[in-house]
C-alpha cells in the first residue's frame, strides 16, 4: 500500500560523479564567487560529495555584467592557478549564461558568446518579464547551428501559470535545464511544485546546481528527496555526460 510517508533519502547521495554545468565559482565576474578563496572553498564543499566536474557559466548580461570570453577566461585562468597552486585536482572548464537581452543578438552575430560544448548554449530570461526577443533569439541561436538551453525554466513565475507554454518551447527545440534548488522550496513552494511536473512530465534535460555562494551550497546539502523522483533524476544526471 502506498504511504504518504515514504523514506526519503538525501539528494547529494545521488551527485558522485556528477557534472555540473551550470555555477557562478569563477571569482570576482558576476554575482557568485568574490574571491579566488570563496571559490575553492565551495569546489572543496562539492568535492565532499563527489562532485569534481564544473563548467563554470557567469552571467553575461548586458548593463549588469558585461563579460566577454575575454574577461571569463581571464577569471577561469586565475582560478586555475590557484587551484594548481593548492594541488587541488577538479575538472574545470568555462562558458557563459546568456541572459536573453536588448544586446543579446549582437553578440550572438559577433560570435562572442561562450557555448557549454560544441553545440549547446546556455541562455536565461528575466524573472521579471518574458524577453520581447526571445522567440526570435532562439531562431537565431538555431541558425548558427547551437541547441538552446534554457537555464532553470521552473523559476519564471509568468511560465508557472501558463504551463502551455513549457510545452510550446519544447516543440520550438529548447532544452530545459533544472536548478539542484529546485528540488526544495528554496525559491519558494510554486517553484518546487512547478519544477517536480516538469521532472515528472519528462520535460528536463539537464540540471546544473546554479550555486553562486555557500548558503547555496549548504542548503544543497540538506535537500531530501523521494525514492521516484531519485530516479527520474538519474536519467538526467546521466545526460549531463553529453558535455564530458
Do not use: W
Not at 29 to 36: E, N, S
Not at 88 to 101: P, Q, R, T, W
Not at 103 to 114: A, S, T, V
Amino acid at each position: 500500500m502506498f504511504s504518504f510517508f515514504s523514506k526519503k533519502e538525501y539528494l547529494v547521495d545521488y551527485l558522485e560523479g556528477f557534472i555540473d554545468i551550470h555555477n557562478h565559482i569563477l571569482p570576482g565576474i558576476d554575482d557568485g564567487a568574490k574571491t579566488a578563496e570563496e571559490s575553492i572553498d565551495l569546489i572543496k564543499g562539492f568535492g565532499e560529495f563527489g562532485v569534481k566536474d564544473f563548467i563554470c557559466t557567469p552571467h553575461i548580461m548586458h548593463n549588469y555584467y558585461e563579460n566577454t570570453p575575454k574577461t571569463i577566461k581571464k577569471s577561469y585562468k586565475k582560478l586555475k592557478k590557484v587551484l594548481k597552486e593548492e594541488k587541488y585536482d577538479v575538472k574545470l572548464n568555462y562558458a557563459a549564461e546568456h541572459m536573453i537581452d536588448d544586446n543579446f543578438e549582437h553578440i550572438l552575430g559577433k560570435d562572442k558568446i561562450l557555448p557549454l560544448n560544441s553545440n549547446h548554449l546556455l541562455i536565461e530570461m528575466s524573472y521579471l518579464q518574458p524577453s520581447i526577443n526571445f522567440d526570435v533569439s532562439i531562431q537565431k541561436i538555431q541558425s548558427k547551428q547551437f541547441f538552446p538551453v534554457f537555464a532553470h525554466p521552473e523559476r519564471y513565475q509568468y511560465l508557472n501559470s501558463d504551463y502551455e507554454k513549457y510545452e510550446y518551447y519544447k516543440s520550438k527545440g529548447l532544452k530545459f535545464q533544472m536548478n539542484l534548488l529546485s528540488l526544495s522550496n528554496y525559491y519558494g513552494k510554486e517553484i518546487n511544485k512547478t519544477a517536480l511536473k516538469l521532472l515528472n512530465d519528462g520535460l528536463y534535460d539537464f540540471i546544473g546546481s546554479d550555486v553562486h555562494n555557500s548558503r547555496h551550497l549548504s542548503s544543497i546539502r540538506k535537500i531530501k528527496i523521494s525514492k521516484q523522483t531519485a530516479s527520474q533524476l538519474l536519467t538526467i544526471i546521466d545526460n549531463n555526460k553529453l558535455f564530458l
